[in-house]
């Protein structure tokens, strides 16, 4: 008797992203549906990217360490020891103000209760899915239902090339040019994938490091620029650590 084969994990699934992108559209905070589109789209990008992160020998060593940022990230002891106007420090008041943590990331996206998988694939799709936060941080989106996540969204496509995120962001500035007849919106979330094409691969970051730098400096160095659409669709916000 023949054995089923298991679902190909590199392989797109859009019946289950255009299911999963109704529900979001919905309800904001359904986040599970994020990580179902990400699963169903994401796949092909992966092998991409881990290929692109063993071409240069800092990359070689992170994948040689294959360090698991979530637990790093949840230590309270290492998130204590930034100084402040650090990365790190920012990162520290983005987690209190908005009660999030690394394990909570992991936790959601983990749909099926899976075990940690010994993959070289899927750790840096794990190292993506925990640098999200910190790209909050550096780039200055806030983490919200809206426009914030939806800009971040579209900057993630440009650095990752996963196709989940485009279809987040697409389909976010579409309902919003829908209900409110702005194109305010859209524009920003395209200003977030440019900005996310002109600003060095974070991917290939040692985030361990990263974390201690000074923010603007980190910026600087990184070719992050400030979002002025997105910080014009929010008046009250100002661009800093």
């Known amino acids: 008797m023949a054995t089923a084969l298991a679902p190909d994990p590199y392989k797109r699934d859009f019946r289950t992203a255009f299911t999963a992108i109704r529900k979001l559209l919905q309800n904001g905070h359904d986040t599970a549906q994020v990580f179902l589109i990400m699963r169903a789209l994401n796949g092909p990008s992966m092998p991409k990217n881990y290929a692109r992160l ?10 040689y360490r294959r360090t698991e940022l979530a637990e790093r990230l949840s230590d309270p002891a290492f998130i204590a020891s930034f100084a402040p106007g650090t990365v790190g420090a920012a990162y520290r008041d983005f987690l209190e103000a908005t009660g999030y943590s690394a394990n909570g990331l992991a936790e959601v996206s983990n749909l099926n ?10 750790w840096f799709g794990r190292r993506t899915r925990d640098v999200h936060d910190i790209w909050h ?3 200055g989106y806030r983490a ?7 800009a971040l969204v579209a900057f993630s496509y440009a650095q990752t090339g996963g196709l989940g995120w485009a279809f ?13 007849g702005s194109a305010a919106f859209a524009r920003a979330v395209w200003e977030g994938y440019r900005l996310g094409r002109r600003a060095r691969w974070l991917l290939a970051e040692d985030y361990e490091t990263l974390l201690h730098e000074p923010i603007e400096a980190a ?3 990184l070719g992050i620029s400030q979002p002025a659409r997105y910080l014009a669709c929010n008046p009250m916000q100002e661009w800093h650590a």
């Open 54 to 63: 063993l071409s240069t020998p800092e990359g070689r060593r992170l994948a």
């Open 113 to 122: 209760n899976e075990p940690l998988i010994e993959d070289a694939y899927t």
């Open 137 to 139: 941080v550096m780039t």
């Open 144 to 150: 919200d239902e809206s426009l914030g996540e939806a």
């Open 168 to 180: 987040i962001a697409v389909a976010a500035a579409l309902k919003s040019l829908r209900l409110t």
């Open 219 to 221: 910026r600087e160095r």
